[in-house]
């Protein structure tokens, strides 16, 4: 293999590394990042239910309260209303009852019950005879506000319940008379404060979280892990029923007074222990939180980081290219002019070039110090070649005269050199 070839492949074997180890950790830590913010926001809701919980148990006794309160004064205000007409303005029980009808009318007041000494209703708007009496058998509701006869500023503030005439859920307050020992009550229908308790309780709350921010369930338990409330309509049948596991969640976070998850399938569970105001568990919230978004968003990210990934292998290479041709080019010169060197054929042209790498790298050098070993075996060779031309001539000359000496020396020759001898003398003595 080249080295250019080794070069390139080498930095993209080095980049592919280096961007698989930076992907991995990346994704792993992304991964981690969301199925905790996913934790977390289990958590939260978790603590939204522990607070909606504890308002939505606060709010309807703090409203009847106040509606108490306020039925007080007007049970006051009627009252000393009831002595002056009784009294000095001196009107009949009609006048008063139609004053009373009047009001009740006009108000959210619904009814008035005023009683003589005796219990007896003698002042109402309902044109119903009754009369307050003190056995709770016969009177479940209304018997606790007799003990006003006994009473100067007395004060009796009912909660709402069905009252025994009609079965009808009001609340009532009563007060002792001003002028006369009597029982001064004004009634209040409840529907609203019923309505209040339905619209305001944790069951309306849980099933109005599940399906909103991943929520796919919610369970609210006791501890004793019995159902308090849980999602009438869980997203897509996930915590439909509790699992063993959903069970043992609940333990932990129970025990340890903290919240609790595990991670099954595409669900993250979340166990939060839900505290009185004494700080004592007194239930636990299971809140299942699809991880479907996570996942997708983690194959997105994988994704793009494959993506990115191929783009800078591809870059890496484009730049490894460019720079092994850089690195290899002197190289492939220097090797190129050894092979020359080898068949005996380079060129003083390719020696300058050599000879004139001006580079400081260690090639640079290498391609000088070679010229010049080039330049010195060049010139040495051309001397060997001068040396051995002149000793061939030499030699040829020395095998001259021995090949004439090797005749010369012969009978042959010696013969014919006699006889040439003999003819030159003999044509002289003819001549």
């Given at each position: 293999m080249r080295i250019q070839a080794k070069f390139g492949l080498a930095i993209v074997t080095l980049l592919?590394?280096?961007?698989?180890?930076i992907s991995f950790f990346s994704i792993r830590s992304t991964s981690q990042s969301m199925l905790a913010q996913m934790e977390q926001d289990g958590k939260a809701i978790c603590l939204l239910l522990v607070q909606s919980s504890s308002f939505a148990e606060r709010i309807p006794g703090q409203v009847e309260h106040v509606l108490g309160e306020?039925?007080?004064?007007?049970?006051?205000?009627?009252?000393?209303?009831i002595a002056i007409a009784a009294g000095p303005?001196?009107?009949?029980?009609?006048?008063?009852?139609?004053?009373?009808?009047?009001?009740?009318?006009t108000t959210v007041l619904e009814e008035f019950w005023i009683s003589d000494e005796t219990g007896q209703v003698v002042y109402t708007n309902t044109g119903v005879d009754f009369v307050f009496g003190p056995d709770p058998d016969e009177?479940?509701?209304?018997?606790?506000?007799?003990?006003?006869?006994?009473?100067?500023?007395?004060?009796?503030?009912?909660?709402?319940?069905?009252?025994?005439?009609?079965?009808?859920?009001?609340?009532?307050?009563?007060?002792?008379?001003?002028?006369?020992?009597?029982?001064?009550?004004?009634?209040?229908?409840?529907?609203?404060?019923?309505e209040l308790s339905k619209d305001v309780n944790m069951q309306k709350l849980v099933d109005e979280l599940t399906g909103e921010a991943n929520v796919a369930a919610i369970w609210i338990l006791d501890d004793q892990q019995n159902k308090l409330?849980?999602?009438?309509?869980?997203?897509?049948?996930?915590?439909a029923s509790l699992s063993e596991e959903?069970?043992?969640?609940?333990?932990?976070a129970?025990?340890?007074?903290?919240?609790?998850?595990?991670?099954?399938?595409?669900?993250?569970?979340?166990?939060?222990?839900?505290?009185?105001?004494?700080?004592?568990?007194?239930?636990?919230?299971?809140?299942?939180?699809?991880?479907?978004?996570?996942?997708?968003a983690i194959r997105d990210s994988i994704m793009r980081t494959i993506y990115l990934a191929l783009a800078v292998v591809v870059a890496g290479a484009c730049i490894s290219f460019l720079l092994s041709s850089g690195v290899t080019r002197p190289i492939r010169r220097l090797t190129a002019a050894v092979e020359a060197m080898e068949r005996g054929d380079i060129t003083e042209d390719e020696i300058n070039r050599l000879s004139g790498n001006e580079g400081r790298d260690e090639v640079a050098a290498l391609s000088r110090v070679f010229a010049k070993m080039a330049a010195e075996v060049k010139a040495r060779e051309a001397k060997?070649?001068?040396?051995?031309e002149e000793m061939r001539i030499e030699i040829d000359h020395s095998k001259k005269e021995r090949q004439v000496a090797e005749i010369t020396d012969t009978d042959y020759f010696q013969n014919l050199k006699q006889k040439a001898r003999e003819m030159r003398e003999r044509k002289k003595e003819q001549g």
């Open positions: 592919v590394l280096v961007v698989f180890v306020q039925m007080v004064v007007e049970a006051r205000i009627t009252a000393h209303m303005a001196g009107m009949v029980a009609e006048d008063i009852n139609a004053i009373l009808q009047n009001i009740t009318e009177q479940p509701q209304a018997y606790v506000f007799y003990q006003l006869l006994g009473q100067d500023r007395g004060t009796v503030i009912q909660q709402a319940e069905k009252r025994e005439l009609d079965s009808e859920l009001f609340k009532y307050v009563g007060v002792s008379g001003v002028d006369h020992p009597r029982i001064v009550q004004v009634g209040y229908h409840a529907g609203i404060l019923d409330s849980a999602s009438t309509q869980p997203v897509d049948g996930i915590g959903d069970l043992a969640l609940a333990r932990e129970q025990t340890s007074g903290e919240a609790c998850s595990y991670n099954q399938g595409d669900v993250l569970r979340v166990a939060t222990p839900l505290l009185d105001s004494d700080g004592a568990v007194r239930g636990v919230s299971l809140v299942y939180l699809p991880t479907e978004n996570v996942q997708s060997l070649k001068k040396q051995v």
